[in-house]
């Protein structure tokens, strides 16, 4: 009775059921096949014979893994910060931060949007709500609408702007900022999520949740070439031989930076106010780098392991052979 209460115990468990089921299955999968072997060819010759044709298996689900980066992975890529400035990039711990400019010196995205009357910027954080797109809405309302909409034009962001009129930020040199690139939101979204991790997690810095700040731009240099806006089919043939023939991967470091708000009140039943940048607070800038991972790395040891205990098994097959066969023919010149 025990035993059975003990079991039924066991089922609830998911990874000592987890583990059952596998030994249930290697045990009848592979057991089954060793002992046709065994009793066909004795047992330590069927143990051999299921020993290596178990190892070429496994070097053929090994170099699946390691082709397609699946099955036993190791650690995926990840941005690691290695430094966190505040106020003063010039001041910061890493060589290469030290080249991008602070935000102060850099126009912003208002800025930008006025200066270069780009129609597509201009359409988007340059324009504001008429009473002719809005007829039906109230004086008051179509005021406090055109308030919100200035402010949400006013603190738009260079990364923002980049993810909307590419152009704009390009033609204003944010292209090259000592080496470093403008990243728009639309490919700075991991390193953001990575960095306000990491800023949350130092309470020292006095942000008790995300709603303390706001993420203002992202900047990234290093890593591999990138092909420009319009490549044509050379480039990309080019750039994926010389990329293919890299042996080792080049650096590539992003900075996140980002500003506490204003302390603004909420009003019961509104909408929440939009966040905006303090301008008195210093600037925050999250310096990573990028950690490439090890996904294939385990894959790869598990196809090579397995290929060298397969040949010695092999091997060990043919020197057996070898053997019977000069006994047999020992044991026939011996009889003739």
């Not at 009775?1 to 987890?18: D, E, S």
């Not at 009129?165 to 204003?172: K, L």
């Not at 044509?232 to 992003?254: E, G, H, M, Q």
Request: aromatic share 6%.
């Amino acid at each position: 009775m025990g035993a059975f209460v003990l079991l039924a115990g066991l089922a609830y468990n998911p990874h000592i059921a987890g583990i059952l089921v596998v030994a249930t299955g290697v045990a009848v999968l592979m057991g089954s096949v060793w002992l046709i072997l065994a009793t066909n060819s004795g047992i330590r010759v069927g143990t051999l014979l299921a020993a290596t044709a178990l190892m070429g298996w496994m070097v053929i689900m090994g170099s699946t893994w390691w082709m397609y980066g699946k099955g036993w992975q190791g650690d995926s890529p990840a941005w690691i910060t290695v430094d966190i400035n505040v106020g003063d990039l010039a001041a910061s711990g890493l060589p290469e931060a030290r080249l991008l400019p602070n935000p102060d010196s850099l126009p912003t995205g208002y800025e930008l949007v006025v200066s270069t009357g780009e129609a597509r910027a201009v359409a988007e954080y340059g324009l504001l709500p008429t009473a002719s797109e809005y007829p039906d809405l109230p004086a008051e309302e179509l005021e406090r609408l055109r308030a919100d909409r200035q402010v949400r034009n006013e603190t738009v962001t260079r990364s923002e702007l980049a993810a909307v009129a590419p152009e704009v930020t390009d033609g204003a040199g944010f292209g090259d900022l000592g080496g470093w690139r403008l990243l728009a939101t639309t490919e700075a979204g991991d390193a953001q999520a990575q960095a306000v991790a990491d800023v949350l997690s130092h309470s020292d810095l006095g942000f008790g949740s995300s709603g303390d700040f706001k993420l203002l731009d992202a900047f990234t240099t290093g890593g591999k070439p990138t092909l420009s806006d319009d490549p044509n089919r050379w480039d990309r043939i080019s750039l994926w031989v010389t990329n293919s023939a890299r042996i080792t991967n080049p650096v590539k470091y992003t900075v996140v930076q980002l500003q506490s708000v204003v302390d603004q009140p909420t009003i019961p039943g509104e909408a929440p106010p939009r966040p905006v940048a303090d301008v008195d607070e210093p600037v925050v800038s999250v310096v990573m780098v990028r950690d490439l991972g090890s996904v294939r790395l385990r894959p790869a040891l598990v196809t090579i392991g397995s290929l060298l205990v397969f040949l010695a098994l092999c091997h060990w097959l043919h020197v057996r052979d070898k053997e019977v066969m000069a006994r047999r023919e020992e044991f026939e010149a011996a009889g003739a």
